[in-house]
């Protein structure tokens, strides 16, 4: 199965192919409905009104907009598409142009495939949950951080209570940020998500941020770092399967051969951007949405599956790539048609030593 969308089809996306999306697309492209799986974007802020976006954008189904009440009674006043935990309010998009992390990141995972559109994303019809935590320059605060992972826990456990009438069906948060301070309070968090049943996907870090050392398994980096079981940590390859390159051939990908798990494309990756714009961009950040993305396709087939089935379906099945060996655990970069292969044959155990 492709889709029609005309940077796909013009081979503008050679991530999807190398992960073998089309194949897995075979068998599915998504989710609809009440019980559509749900990403929460822990970011900046994304533009909702993009047209490849705008259809994907989770919207509260017990929350009415702009009347100032908490209708839902979570504890949240207006957050329909999510919430700002910079300003503490359900605005969620600044309108700059400028703000356009989180809006390449949801386009990763969830652009709308085959609307003749732009870019398809690795999930075609997915929530997108914008949690606002950093402000239009990307700067934010631990703290707020928690907030929104306390949030997307507080909104499944919600859903699960209310006979999915409230709240939502998040299974994946997408963690593209990072740093190198521990916390605890932080830890605690990505357990409460563990016990919800959602899935913590956090970018492994970019030497271009200052880091001195990029292997994580000496200098930890947080909060791919943090030792959860609902951890998928990702490092970012390129077109050629090496870790992403910058501009003077120098990778500028974090590993560890312990504490980060996969690889995923994440240089030269082409994504959604603010006022129906379209833009290249490199990064770990680029490469979690590869991995965020194909979990909310496998949970979108099999809604049974636990958040260990699809940590194991998805390191697993990833196609070997000598650059990996001895730089992320698996030794593996994502293939999300062979994740969706082993998970409609029944395999969701990872391979003996």
């Known amino acids: 199965v492709t889709p029609n969308d005309p940077r796909f089809v013009s081979n503008q996306q050679y ?19 009440a019980d559509r799986i749900v990403i ?29 009440a908490d209708d839902d009674a979570n504890g949240f006043v207006d957050d329909v598409r999510g919430f700002n935990f910079v300003n503490d309010n359900g605005s969620t998009f600044s309108g700059s142009i400028s703000e356009d992390h ?63 009438t409230k709240g939502a069906n998040v299974r994946v948060l997408n963690a593209s940020f990072g740093g190198d301070l521990f916390s605890q309070q932080f830890l605690n968090a990505i357990n409460q998500l ?5 899935l913590f996907v ?41 870790l992403g390159l910058d501009a003077i051939n120098e990778p500028f990908s974090h590993f560890g051969a312990t504490s980060v798990d996969i690889g995923a494309p994440g240089q030269e990756i082409l994504s959604t951007t603010p006022s129906n ?26 809604q049974n599956l636990t958040v260990q089935q699809v940590k ?18 698996s030794g593996r970069r994502l293939h999300v048609g062979n994740s969706m292969q082993g998970l409609i044959s029944g395999d969701v155990v990872p391979p003996g030593a």
């Open 15 to 33: 991530a999807l192919n190398l992960m073998g999306a089309p194949q897995a697309w075979d068998t599915r492209t998504g989710s609809t409905g």
């Open 102 to 164: 989180a809006t390449h990141v949801a386009g990763i995972a969830g652009a709308v495939g085959n609307n003749g559109t732009g870019i398809a994303g690795v999930n075609w019809s997915v929530g997108l949950m914008s949690l606002k935590f950093l402000d239009a320059n990307g700067f934010g605060s631990t703290s707020d951080a928690i907030d929104a992972c306390q949030y997307a826990t507080m909104m499944r456990n919600l859903w699960n209570t209310s006979g999915h």
């Open 277 to 302: 714009t379209f833009s290249i961009f490199d990064g770990t950040s680029m490469a979690a949405p590869q991995v965020s993305g194909a979990a909310a396709l496998l949970w979108g087939q099999n």
């Open 202 to 242: 956090a970018s492994a870090g970019n030497i271009d941020n200052g880091t001195i050392e990029p292997n994580n398994d000496l200098v930890p980096h947080f909060p791919s770092s943090f030792d959860a079981p609902n951890i998928i940590s990702v490092a970012a390859t390129n077109q050629n399967d090496q």
């Open 40 to 68: 929460a974007v822990v970011d900046q802020g994304i533009d909702f009104n993009h047209t490849d976006l705008a259809a994907n954008i989770w919207i509260n189904p017990a929350e009415t907009p702009g009347n100032g």
């Open 194 to 198: 563990n016990t919800a049943g959602i």
């Open 312 to 329: 194991n379906l998805l390191m697993a099945n990833g196609t070997v790539v000598s650059a990996l060996a001895d730089k992320v655990l």
